[in-house]
């Protein structure tokens, strides 16, 4: 199973982004969907979960910049991020956790400068 993460880059402060992550269609949407990030140094924190019923949640701090979304036809995870900040920069990994398994993507980073 294969996640694929991407749209990250170089944005400057106040700037907007948006990731996506292309999930197999064969865990997308029946289970918990979420973004995490690592910044160089950093434990690895996590941002938004999008659950199988269509309900979000945010980490501290991200909500109001940050939404999470999801295309069924598209089997693809998103996270438009607004509002930037340099201690945003990161890579942005997406996750899919099923009662079974977990499964991450390989990340695309996200770099604001100030």
């Known amino acids: 199973v294969q996640l694929q993460a991407f749209g990250g880059g170089l944005v400057q402060a106040g700037g907007s982004l948006g990731l996506s992550c292309v999930i197999p269609?064969?865990?997308?949407?029946?289970?918990?969907m979420a973004w995490y990030r690592q910044a160089p140094g950093k434990q690895r924190e996590w941002v938004a979960s999008?659950?199988?019923?269509?309900?979000?949640d945010y980490a501290v701090g991200m909500k109001g910049r940050y939404t999470i979304s999801g295309d069924n036809a598209k089997n693809t995870l998103y996270l438009q991020m607004n509002g930037l900040k340099p201690e945003d920069t990161a890579l942005y990994l997406c996750?899919?956790?099923?009662?079974?398994?977990?499964?991450w993507g390989q990340g695309t980073q996200v770099t604001v400068s100030s």
């Open positions: 999008l659950y199988s019923e269509g309900a979000t």
């Open positions: 996750h899919v956790r099923t009662w079974s398994s977990n499964y």
């Open positions: 269609r064969s865990i997308f949407n029946r289970n918990t």
